[in-house]
């Protein structure tokens, strides 16, 4: 699993919130990003990061923040959760091996009421 | 613009038919292809990567090509473990664009 570890798992919230998920890593990858996964969209990118305080928007990212203040842990924030952001969440590190995959840890589903 | 379209968006199986799952691409400069399984409720696992058009790559049933404009993922007498979403996503740049996936079934 690459050592990929999401928190919340799960979490449901009200309309106007701000949410904050954490991804962490043990393995010291580089690159780390944050996906949203919804019926009939299928996985897009939100934001992803190349280092410790380099970040770079995804195809989704209005409504969204992250930051990345050490190499372990990207954190995606929600600053004023709304109902279109109800979803699974997952976040993924590239492997740097041969076939330069990426691994996904375990997603967050987040409902926002 | 870049985009991936994966067909069927279903597909349902006896145990031991085989078929294929398809994958069309349009992206300017392919950095690599890459196909995933996802069980429902859990994260996308990585199965292959193919780089370049001719390259063929295979793991247990699963048999991964690729062609210009398009990856095939052939799936030989399936059994019912099998079943789950399969993705498709081309490298542009730094990031993965995915299709929405194709869901198969393969009954008993």
Redesign the interface.
């Known amino acids: 699993d690459a050592g990929i570890t999401q928190s919340p798992r799960h979490k449901v919230t009200e309309t106007g919130t701000p949410v904050t998920l954490r991804c962490h890593q043990t393995e010291n990858h580089r690159?780390m990003?944050w996906y949203r996964q919804d019926p009939?969209?299928?996985?897009?990118?939100i934001h992803?990061s190349?280092g410790v305080k380099d970040t770079d928007k995804?195809e989704v990212s209005d409504g969204y923040s992250v930051s990345r203040s050490k190499t372990e842990d990207f954190l995606l924030t929600l600053e004023s959760a709304t109902s279109s952001q109800t979803s699974v969440y997952?976040c993924?590190i590239v492997s740097g091996g041969v076939?330069?995959?990426?691994?996904?840890?375990?997603?967050t589903r987040l409902t926002v009421l | 613009e870049d985009q991936v379209t994966q067909s069927p968006e279903a597909l349902r199986l006896q145990e031991g038919e085989s078929s294929s799952l398809n994958c069309s691409y349009t992206v300017s400069g392919l950095r690599?292809l890459?196909w995933y399984r996802q069980d429902p409720?859990?994260?996308?696992?990585?199965l292959?990567?193919l780089y370049s058009a001719g390259e063929e790559k295979e793991k247990e049933r699963l048999k991964a090509t690729l062609t210009k404009k398009e990856s095939f993922l052939h799936i030989t007498a399936p059994k019912p473990e099998d079943s789950a979403t399969y993705?498709c996503?081309v490298?542009a740049g730094?990031?993965?664009?995915?299709?929405?996936?194709t869901e198969l079934s393969v009954k008993p």
Do not use: M, S, V, W
């Not at chain 1, 009939?40 to 990118?45: A, E, N, T």
């Not at chain 2, 409720?41 to 990585?46: I, V």
């Not at chain 2, 730094?94 to 996936?101: A, E």
């Open positions: 690159y990003y009939g969209h299928g996985l897009r990118l992803y190349y995804g997952f993924a076939d330069n995959e990426q691994f996904f840890g375990p997603g | 690599g890459f409720g859990k994260g996308p696992e990585f292959f990567t993705l996503a490298q730094g990031k993965l664009i995915f299709g929405q996936g």
